[in-house]
């Protein structure tokens, strides 16, 4: 059957202040077709991905969409037309139910009044139609990561969605929730439903994808079948080199120094009886499958939230309860996994970003002294590569693997005993994870314990000198790098572990 075209990007241009970050950039899209976007952060896929949207207008070139040129910068008329974005965060509003969050809006009424059973019976002819279940009256809030991606997708077809551009969808999805997603992509599919896929998961698109579109420094490198290109091809194309050698090389000897003794501790609903110690200048990963209690370990660790049960013992000293003040008086500190909310100050510089935690350094008499702070942060900036104009540069406009990188050396001005990780890669471009692995080895080996959450397998199995398996907030195992397999975690990770 001929493929018909829904969607023909032609010469499109952008630029931001002066800085340009789409290039004539031309690829068509055909109708029912899964189209995967990939390249590094920066590489332009987002300010493409807001350009077909309408939050941003294209200085040059056009962009037609069944045959019609869509008008610039106009995102209600285009979202009439049929094209809808589902950004990593989804935009649901928590307190409000599945229904209303769906409708929002779209609420039809009938004599002034809202038609809820009009609403409730197109709803789920929706979600029967793609095989979804959903509470509707349920709080938006309420539901587990995967349900709100549903709700969000929910929310376009009701809408008479034609062409859907996801963003990172399975970021935060564990294994069994990726299946279900590109189930219903499959069925989006075949009812001639156009999906623009972005994703760093280089294997999710080998599975899913017909075709490729590479951006890279935001040009156009190349558009092809995926059946017709490698991954290490691919990883070439995005990076401008093969990542043989993605992990660096681990330490022969893990230290025997122990800096932290972990005992019993248990947190009310989320992690029961967990004990482990944290060695100096080793990297000690968490895994299993997403949401099994691994954030709440870092949190208590932290002291984000109490424990209630258990003790810390650290320099001789067992304690019960610690708050982060304590922490990073201690030497303990700890980066989030949700950075845009968490970690960084988003209409700020990057000089900020980099010395908020710092700022005591340079004060003298109640006077900042810029020149040292400056120093400092241009020193920050060259030591993780961070890629920016220049300092004064707002961090909003950084791409998600530079950003981080600033939260890092925030914390690395002052070398903590223990840094506390959790998911530091995510969402961030294979380039870029490689800068940050090799950083994380390089603070082990100045003697810096790094305890991280990785939901990846292969980042576990690359990255880690031990590895941590939770089971539903229980410690299941914790193996050597050098009896570690897939096989061995994912049984562990599942309670099936015999070991």
């Known amino acids: 059957m001929e493929k018909k075209e829904i969607l023909n990007i032609s010469n499109v241009s952008k630029s931001f202040w002066g800085v340009q970050a789409l290039n004539d950039i031309s690829v068509s ?22 350009i077909i949207c309408g939050i941003y207008d294209n200085d040059k070139g056009s962009i037609t969409f069944k045959d019609s040129v869509l008008p610039k910068g106009n995102p209600i008329k285009i979202q009439e037309a049929g094209i809808f974005m589902i950004p990593q965060d989804l935009g649901l509003i928590p307190g409000l139910s599945v229904m209303q969050n769906i409708f929002l809006g779209r609420e039809k009424q009938k004599a002034g009044m809202l038609d ?39 929310r376009v077809l009701t809408a008479n969605a034609e062409l859907i551009i996801l963003d990172e969808p399975t970021s935060t999805l564990s294994e069994g929730e990726v299946e279900t997603l ?80 972990v005992k019993n501790i248990s947190v009310q609903g989320k992690i029961k009886n967990v004990s482990f110690d944290i060695r100096a200048g080793e990297v000690l990963g968490i895994g299993g499958l997403v949401g099994m209690g691994q954030a709440a370990i870092l949190n208590a660790i932290f002291g984000n939230i109490p424990i209630s049960g258990g003790e810390f013992e650290y320099g001789g000293q067992k304690y019960h309860k610690t708050n982060p003040q304590i922490s990073i008086n201690r030497g303990i500190n700890y980066i989030s996994s949700d950075r845009r909310a968490e970690m960084i100050f988003i209409s700020r510089s990057v000089k900020e970003n980099v010395s908020i935690a710092t700022l005591n350094d340079y004060d003298k008499s109640g006077f900042l002294i810029s020149s040292k702070e400056n120093k400092v942060v241009d020193s920050k900036i060259n030591e993780f590569n961070i890629s920016a104009s220049n300092r004064e540069q707002e961090i909003q406009f950084l791409s998600g ?16 005993k223990i840094l506390l990780l959790d998911e530091p890669t995510q969402g961030i471009d294979v380039g870029t994870k490689e800068d940050i692995y090799k950083s994380l080895r390089r603070l082990a080996d100045k003697g810096i314990a790094i305890v991280v959450i990785f939901s990846d397998m ?26 570690a397999t897939e096989e061995k975690i994912m049984a562990a990770a599942s309670d099936h572990y015999n070991g």
């Open 116 to 154: 809820l059973k009009y609403l409730k019976n197109f709803c789920n002819e929706i979600l029967d139609d793609i095989g979804i279940k959903l509470d509707l009256d349920m709080e938006a809030g309420k539901l587990s990561i995967d349900q709100q991606q549903f709700v969000a997708l929910a």
């Open 29 to 50: 899209l055909n109708k029912g077709e899964i189209h995967a976007l990939v390249g590094e952060n920066g590489a332009g896929k987002s300010t493409l991905s807001k």
């Open 458 to 483: 292969t980042e576990l199995l690359g990255m880690c000198d031990r590895i941590a398996v939770v089971y539903e907030g229980r410690l299941i195992k914790i193996f050597s790098s050098s009896e």
């Open 401 to 416: 693997g530079n950003q981080q990188k600033v939260i890092l050396a925030r914390w690395l001005i002052h070398e903590p």
């Open 182 to 261: 590109f189930r219903i992509i499959d069925n989006l599919k075949r009812k001639g439903i156009t999906i623009i896929y972005i994703s760093h998961r280089l294997d999710e698109i080998f599975k899913i994808a017909e075709r490729v579109t590479i951006l890279k420094d935001g040009l156009l490198v190349q558009t092809c079948n995926v059946s017709e290109i490698t991954k290490d091809e691919l990883i070439n194309k995005m990076v401008g080199r093969t990542l043989s050698n993605t992990f660096p090389r681990k330490k022969e000897i893990s230290s025997d120094e122990k800096l932290l003794f």
